[in-house]
């Protein structure tokens, strides 16, 4: 909840694309056996090259997405976190780490 709260606060940090809570909701919403798998797999694509500053609202959805949407975001997560400076990664952290129980794969993948 904490994190969630984070995000929302962090989101509005720097401009983005017009769509990114579309996105975000389109990979978190990926179900089984393909359910809207189409639909993630493009907001994937743009969610992977989003501004390091994405990271933290993208480690809140863990909370609500399944396990299919958990490693999508893993995977979009690590892309972002590949070109970010170290900075931006340790902000990253920080605000995890600040949150009351982050969801365990995000923060996981935090240290990763």
Do not use: Y
């Not at 909701?25 to 990926?30: G, M, N, R």
């Not at 993630?40 to 993208?58: N, T, V």
């Not at 999508?72 to 997560?77: D, F, N, R």
């Amino acid at each position: 909840m904490v994190l969630s709260a984070l995000a929302a606060l962090l989101a509005g940090g720097t401009p983005g694309w017009a769509g990114f809570e579309e996105d975000l909701a389109a990979v978190v919403a990926v179900g089984p056996k393909g359910k809207g798998a189409a639909e993630a797999a493009e907001a994937l694509g743009r969610l992977s090259q989003a501004q390091p500053d994405k990271i933290i609202p993208l480690f809140a959805a863990f909370e609500e997405a399944g396990p299919v949407g958990r490693n999508l975001l893993a995977g979009a997560v690590q892309s972002i976190a590949d070109r970010a400076p170290g900075a931006e990664r340790s902000r990253s952290l920080t605000v995890l780490l600040a949150a009351e129980s982050p969801h365990p794969e995000a923060a996981a993948l935090a240290f990763d």
